[in-house]
């Protein structure tokens, strides 16, 4: 048995400590937010947060991130940051089939935490990670710069 | 979105020839087979036309099972005023589940926040035609919903007239309630429902559709996604999502190269692993690959990881079968061998090889594009279960029709022993039309007893058994006069066919895959020969988002930039002389059989339409302003799925040659427009996938196996890369009762020509073969 701080609860996992925490939240925890997408570390479709930073569940082992804040997309709005991240993708209508939006409002929600005014090269080096074969990406470009403007005024 | 009609069409012709000549789909198949199956593909209403002497087909009519109108099919009222609308058709980025919904309530007046989308299971008896490809949905269901939207609110105002005892010309529906206008009273769509529920349906005669003007949601674009709250709350299930009491996960090895089998294969070790239940063989099936999953050894676990970590155990000794010769860059020249020769004549008008001799300059280009694999961020996934002899699936699909027609094959259960329920997709793009996942969840729920069993595709999956998007070789010579105006076009081109994945294979492409921009080219050209040699295929061909259109755009669009500059004139000027006088012409008059499936006289192909939105996208862009050096503009335009569009990218090319795309304007016209929002979004996407496939995307085979395992070898362009600014003109139009065009895919086509010419202009560089890759590296 493994324990997870994941969502501010502590949770039990059965299930070896070398398995990604990707596979930990959908199969083990039913918390199907965080996505598959290439399960390499190649796509940011699984981004999660561990101890507020961006994270890809599905080349971090569980056995890592035993004792660290687990955070996933169904939890984001608990974060003011990421609730304002989520509106300004519904005010622009940003996701297409929306697979990949999780692991890109993860990934937004962490840059915005870290940096109120992210500039266009700031957003592509932390955004760049997340494919979005449906290409929303002008969108959440402009979602992002939106959070960012509302924080300033 | 994705798909044009190939097997739709197959099934169509079996389907309606079923109760011509009375055989099974099958038997008939192989008989066409026997017998011409590719020209049967393409012309199945031609052949029923023949055989039947009924009027032919277009259209929703000619899909299979057709189109359903009934609002008891489709919407429901419950008394507190929820109204549920069924979204029969797969939602995958597209915005159906929106579009369509939105389409009933406003007809029937109903109040968008008051409306609650369902998802319909397989079950075209029921609802129509569900196959959500070949960018048809809006097409084929505008004027549907619209009926039933209009049924259900005449449904209610007859209902309130009768319980106010006034003629039913005194009451109006509006917004959810009906209002008697004299008096002012209302009563409320739930009050109404139980009333209007037993009322008969108002013949489609009797139907008032509203005028433009009154529309609320159509042609406004205003409403939000309706699965925007569950998609970035994580909330939203996909087929990768289901979970069920008591479910395995498994994952499949399959053959590396199509016809290939399992030897015998070692399950020790896989059994070892943590959490693994069983290894248990899938059989293959003999070619042609069809939908039929592909066989191979599946490992069933207690959790996807585990199921993985045994798959990596197995040892399997294959046999790989003759398409283990497979190699991309053998092929390649195979290819151009075959374009220097002549090849089948399929269209032909004038004298070709007279006109050259009097041209007074000749130009040739061939322009090659690889395979490509659609790629979606969700994989193929499906879970099925069987109790009591009724398989119930979970899937992402694009054709839930066919999905539990070919389940209930598999099982050989009836069809209402089938219940297929279709999630989310991740993404489609033509890949999830194909069902050889989902029958593979049902074989293994199946080896389990019917315990519920997902099956999940790796990315590595996903890559080596796509039904990959053609791989073509386009050779295209023109003969110029004194003024570089072309007297004489000479096309070859050279792709394996869809066909092949169905039928025997002809190596030639069928009159579907012409009509993608081979011979539908509307120029005004005298003499125009246009040929298609062999090419055998080795792998299973697919359709990918817009289909042949991709490399027939690229290269026609691309060789009329290099003749503009040959003949030392501007693109644009260049191109529109070659388009002619404005006209509407019989797609029949270029060869074009196929149409999309549309019948020519609501469907010609309008030169005036081509026109306007190269215009419009030129003006939009300041064409032809100036640009400092290593930047450069570049145009196409290029009709399909009955929608006329024109691009111009900017690029900017720096002395490394790393090449960057700061803006592209793309101008559409597909008639009326039911949901804007969603249109802009669609062409913001599919630009994205356009710069993608050209600047990157490459499938190539090595011993009969895919080369690329994961992103790292097949990349995908990601936002760094993407364009910058990608600015949409909608053309206007409010002629709703006009057919309307498709939006899924034809913004696809013109990117990568364009971006081609863009770079040309920038540097004089010719991109002659996709993608681009390294190509314009100067380091
Ligand atoms: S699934 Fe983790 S990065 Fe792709
Ligand atoms: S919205 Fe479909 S992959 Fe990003």
């Known amino acids: ?153 | 979105m994705n798909m044009p009609e190939m097997p739709t069409e197959i099934a169509s012709a079996t389907d309606e020839n079923l109760s011509i000549i009375n055989v099974s789909r099958r038997s008939f198949l192989k008989d066409m087979a026997l017998t011409g199956f590719v020209l049967a593909a393409g012309f199945p209403s031609l052949l029923i036309a023949a055989e039947s002497a009924q009027p032919k087909k277009y259209g929703a009519d000619a899909m299979p099972h057709g189109w359903v109108d009934n609002p008891l099919v489709f919407v429901a009222i419950a008394e507190d005023g929820t109204v549920t609308i069924v979204c029969h058709r797969s939602e995958m980025g597209q915005g159906i589940r929106t579009s369509l919904p939105m389409v009933v309530a406003d007809e029937m007046e109903a109040n968008w926040l008051h409306v609650k989308v369902e998802q319909a299971p397989g079950d075209e008896v029921k609802y129509g035609n569900q196959d959500t490809d070949g960018s048809r949905s809006m097409r084929h269901y505008f004027m549907p919903m619209r009926r039933v939207g209009a049924a259900a609110r005449q449904m209610l105002e007859t209902a309130a007239a009768q319980h106010w005892q006034v003629p039913v010309s005194e009451v109006k529906a509006e917004l959810h309630q009906v209002v008697h206008v004299k008096s002012g009273k209302t009563l409320s769509f739930g009050e109404l429902a139980k009333a209007a529920a037993k009322l008969p349906v108002p013949d489609r005669d009797s139907l008032r559709l509203k005028q433009p003007a009154e529309f609320r949601y159509i042609g406004k674009g205003w409403l939000k996604i309706i699965d925007g709250q569950n998609i970035v709350s994580g909330k939203a299930q996909y087929g990768i999502d289901t979970r069920l009491p008591d479910m395995l996960y498994a994952v499949v090895a399959r053959p590396p190269v199509l016809g290939g089998k399992v030897i015998k294969y070692d399950a020790k070790q896989a059994l070892k692993v943590p959490g693994v239940v069983k290894v248990v063989e899938l059989k293959s099936s003999p070619l042609p690959a069809d939908f039929n999953p592909l066989g191979g050894v599946a490992v069933i676990a207690r959790n996807t990881w585990a199921a993985i970590q045994g798959r990596k155990a197995l040892n399997i000794d294959w046999d790989h079968g003759p398409h283990a010769v497979y190699d991309s860059d053998a092929y390649k020249a195979e290819l151009e061998a075959a374009v220097r020769q002549p090849g089948k004549v399929v269209r032909n008008e004038g004298d070709v090889d007279a006109a050259f001799k009097t041209a007074q300059k000749q130009i040739t280009a061939e322009y090659y594009a690889p395979h490509l694999a659609q790629a979606p961020m969700e994989p193929p996934a499906a879970t099925a279960r069987i109790v009591k002899g009724h398989c119930e699936v979970w899937t992402c699909t694009q054709a839930p029709q066919v999905s539990r027609e070919r389940v209930a094959k598999w099982l050989k259960l009836p069809e209402d022993k089938v219940t297929v329920h279709v999630t989310l997709l991740g993404g489609g793009f033509g890949r999830k039309s194909k069902p050889d996942y989902v029958i593979e969840a049902a074989l293994l729920s199946q080896a389990m007893h019917g315990q519920p069993v997902k099956v999940t595709w790796t990315r590595e999956d996903d890559l080596h058994h796509a039904y990959f998007h053609t791989v073509s070789l386009e050779r295209l010579e023109a003969g110029l006069d004194a003024d570089g105006k072309p007297l004489t076009w000479l096309h070859r081109s050279a792709a394996p066919s869809i066909a092949s994945t169905f039928g025997p294979d002809s190596k030639h492409q069928m009159p579907v895959e012409l009509g993608m921009g081979v011979i539908n080219v509307p120029f005004a050209i005298p003499n125009i020969r246009i040929e298609n040699p062999e090419a055998e295929a080795h792998t299973r061909i697919g359709w990918f988002r817009s289909v042949s259109n991709i490399p027939r755009a690229f290269a026609v669009q691309s060789f009329v930039a290099e003749l503009a500059a040959a003949a030392g004139r501007d693109h644009k000027d260049y191109l529109l002389d070659l388009l002619g006088a404005d006209r509407k012409i019989d797609p029949g008059s270029l060869s074009d059989v196929w149409n999309h499936g549309e019948s020519p006289q609501l469907y010609p192909v309008d030169t005036g339409r081509l026109r306007r939105v190269i215009d419009v996208v030129t003006r939009e862009s300041g064409w032809g302003r100036a640009l400092p050096a290593g930047r450069g503009l570049g145009l196409a335009a290029h009709y399909s799925f009955l929608t006329y569009v024109g691009v111009v990218v900017e690029v900017v090319v720096d002395e490394a040659g790393k090449l960057s795309i700061p803006r592209v304007d793309i101008a559409i016209d597909c008639g009326a427009q039911v949901n804007p929002e969603r249109i802009r979004s669609q062409m913001e996407g599919a630009c994205i996938m356009g710069v993608s496939l050209a600047t990157l995307g490459e499938i190539s085979f090595k011993n009969g196996a895919v080369q690329q395992d994961n992103f790292h070898a097949y990349q995908l362009t990601r936002m760094d890369d993407a364009p910058r600014d990608i600015r949409v003109h909608l053309l206007p139009s409010a002629e709703y009762d006009a057919p309307l065009g498709g939006v899924g895919e034809p913004a696809v086509p013109p990117i990568a020509p364009a971006l081609c010419n863009a770079i040309f202009a920038a540097t004089g560089q010719r991109i002659r073969q996709l993608p681009i890759k390294e190509q314009l590296r100067k380091d």
């Open chain 1, 1 to 153: 048995m493994i324990s997870l701080n994941i969502n501010g609860a502590m949770r039990q996992i059965d299930l070896p400590g070398d398995t990604p925490l990707l596979w930990a939240l959908r199969d083990g925890l039913g918390l199907t937010g965080a996505k598959y997408g290439c399960g390499i570390a190649l796509c940011g479709a699984c981004t999660v947060h561990v101890d507020g930073e961006p994270l890809l569940a599905c080349v971090t082992p569980i056995a890592d991130v035993v004792g660290k804040r687990i955070v996933t997309i169904e939890a984001i709005d608990q974060d003011p940051t990421g609730q304002k991240v989520q509106t300004a993708w519904l005010n622009l209508d940003v996701p297409q089939c929306g697979y990949c939006q999780p692991g890109q409002i993860m990934a937004a929600t962490a840059l915005l935490k870290h940096n109120q005014a992210p500039t266009d090269a700031d957003i592509d080096k932390a955004m760049s990670r997340n494919i979005c074969r449906c290409g929303t990406y002008p969108r959440i470009r402009a979602a992002i710069k939106q959070v960012a403007t509302e924080v300033k005024s």
